[in-house]
Every structure is written in structure tokens, then in C-alpha cells.
Nanobody, 121 residues
Framework: QVQLVESGGGLVQPGGSLRLSCVAS????????MGWYRQAPGKQRELVAA???????RYADSVKGRFTISRDIANNTLYLQMSDLKPEDTAVYYC???????????????WGQGTRVTVSS
């Protein structure tokens, strides 16, 4: 069972940038699909970015062009680089292993504590 620890969140002004980190307890190169989710108060948890072993990345329309997901295999770390942040990006962000069901991704592992991102002036 993989353990994932998120970090890097904080308070940032609109237009600012943050890089979130997710450190895994095993070799992430053996994890086929990984992704970042977020959940804002009163909203459902949503997948914002996904990464595959083959190098394919996918993004939610709301973050496309602003967020970048990447893997640091040597350090077993999944990153989410966020730029041009907006108040609508305020949420708790979680990483997780994913499974692919047809063309959709679903979370596979347990949820960690996440890391909070607050975008406000």
C-alpha cells in the first residue's frame, strides 16, 4: 500500500504561483497512473491533473494552461506546478494513485491529509 504525503500549499495572491509536492513511499515509476485532486468547501472532489508512465498528461479545462503535472522518479515525487492562480483555485489538494476505467480515471489508493491552497488578495 503506497503512502503519499502532500506539501507545498499556502496563501498566495491572485496571479501568483505555487508548487505542490507529493512524496510516495515506493518507486512511483511502478505506478501507472497518478494524479492531483482538489476539493473546495461545498464542492465535490475533482481531478485536476493526471500523469501516466508513458508521459501522457491530462488536465481539467479549468486549469489547462496554468497547471503542470510532472514526476521526479529518482525522488519518488509527484509535482503540481501552479501559475496564474485564481481565487477559484482555493481548495485542499490531494495526490493519489489512479486506475483507468475505460477513458476515465478514478482514485485507487487511500486519501492523505492533503495540502491547503488559498488564493486571496
Amino acid at each position: 500500500q503506497v503512502q503519499l504525503v502532500e506539501s507545498g500549499g499556502g496563501l498566495v495572491q491572485p496571479g501568483g504561483s505555487l508548487r505542490l509536492s507529493c512524496v510516495a513511499s515506493l518507486d512511483i515509476d511502478r505506478i501507472t497512473y497518478m494524479g492531483w485532486y482538489r476539493q473546495a468547501p461545498g464542492k465535490q472532489r475533482e481531478l485536476v491533473a493526471a500523469s501516466t508512465q508513458s508521459g501522457i498528461t491530462r488536465y481539467a479545462d479549468s486549469v489547462k494552461g496554468r497547471f503542470t503535472i510532472s514526476r521526479d522518479i529518482a525522488n519518488n515525487t509527484l509535482y503540481l506546478q501552479m501559475s496564474d492562480l485564481k481565487p477559484e483555485d482555493t481548495a485542499v489538494y490531494y495526490c493519489n494513485e489512479l486506475r483507468k476505467i475505460n477513458s476515465d480515471y478514478e482514485p485507487l489508493g487511500s486519501w492523505g491529509q492533503g495540502t491547503r491552497v488559498t488564493v486571496s488578495s
